[in-house]
């Protein structure tokens, strides 16, 4: 008997449609969120983590009755991250039915804003996701998708948002997020190792080897992917069926 | 005849959206209402005390909004289903917080995982959070699902049981632990079925058609 790994699908989304860019740029449409999001429950997800990388105000709105809309019909956890800067953003997220957010430059900017957050709703609902790159030896932090960098150590970076309170680490490797080669399993070791909380890797995942391959060579607690599940290349109970036969606990 | 009503206490500790929307879709025919409103929770048929976060803001919600003496009634008289924090609160005391004491429904405490938890040389985080799988003891809330079933968690703390009769489902991670609790009328569980997808589900419509025969 043990805790299983988990797999979660993610959806980037713009002002209520999933979207998933190719190194951030070229974008494409993938479709309904609710149906997306149904469809991987179905299949037997984990989780399911929506990204809101809708600019405007306007759009967030959007976003928030799209995640009441899935709350409705999903049971099972949902994290919402992109553009939460606030505690009313926070606020605004869990209300519609996510279970947790995911707090991303806010807390680069500002790091008591996740200290602030974990004493107001439990840590066990903020997640930090760092979006690390590697620079020479070492990975660092970059903010605005990757293109602007901040000089701080990603692993350090890590072990500080533990103790400020995270539940958990979204780490995104912006070497390969859209790129297919893998996730980058140097950072997500060093990052794991230096945690005491969940860590979910991203970034590149290109096939079903390399969700085995962040658990077992990468320490993940959990795996995330986007377009070879949106794209319908695998589904996700084939990857839960390929990471078992691997030898690793998952929820069949 | 009339539908059933199904009261989910709110005391102001967090999001019950989801406890609703997951109570609702298990048994449609079951009205079902998130409130603090002592006359409603002790009119329903069915009741739900929730909770996420620290047990000492919960505890002291709790008490502030006497939601404490509405909790024993229902205990006394109607079927009640605590989750999380909810199951917490009922056992007699948390370590948490430098120590916060319980309702006292169940016998025994709440106790960190510990920050050097391990199993068999590898080391487990904490939070224990995901799927995990929990060993069923017979009880009319298990009805249709099979044992061993996964259900998810997420939590630091966990029920250390002091009447092996009141276990209804055990769980491991690193340590054993209660997974569920149950007594009479009182059936609770430190997973949370709202998230747990089918099996969370038919463990909820089992709750609403219980009639707290144990």
Known sequence: MALAKRIIPCLDVDKGRVVKGVNFVGIRDAGDPVEIAKRYNDQGADEITFLDITASHEGRDTTVHMVEAIAEQVFIPLTVGGGIREIADIRNMLNAGADKVSINSAAVYNPDFVRAAADKFGSQCIVVAIDAKQVDDHWEIFTHGGRKPTGINAVEWAAKMADFGAGEILLTSMDRDGVKTGFDLGVTKAISDAVNIPVIASGGVGNLDHLVDGVKLGGADAVLAASIFHFGEYTVQQAKEHMAAAGIEMRI | ?214
């Open chain 2, 1 to 214: 005849m009339a539908s059933k009503l199904c009261a989910v206490i709110d005391y102001g500790m967090g999001n019950l959206h989801s406890a609703h929307g997951a109570l609702q879709n298990a048994s449609p025919d079951t009205q079902v209402l998130v409130t603090g409103d002592p006359e409603v929770i002790l009119k329903a048929d069915h009741v739900v005390l929730p909770g996420v976060g620290a047990i000492r803001d919960c505890m002291a919600e709790i008490h502030a909004q006497g939601i404490d003496a509405v909790v024993r009634e229902v205990a006394a008289t109607k079927p009640l289903l605590g989750i999380c924090v909810g199951l917490q609160a009922m056992m007699e005391r948390s370590q948490e917080n430098g120590g916060v004491d319980g309702l006292g429904l169940f016998r025994g405490e709440v106790q960190y995982f510990g920050d050097d938890l391990q199993e068999q040389g590898e080391r487990l985080k904490v939070p224990h959070m995901g799927w995990n799988q929990v060993s069923q003891i017979a009880h009319p809330l298990w009805t249709g699902i099979e044992d061993q079933t996964r259900f998810y968690f997420v939590h630091s703390y966990r029920v250390q049981a002091t009447n092996d009769e009141q276990v209804k489902g055990r769980c491991h991670y690193g340590v054993d632990f209660a997974a569920a609790m149950g007594q009479d009328n009182v059936f609770a569980v430190q997973f949370h079925p709202e998230k747990s997808h089918n099996a969370g589900l038919a463990l909820l419509k089992n709750f609403l058609n219980w009639d707290g025969q144990a």
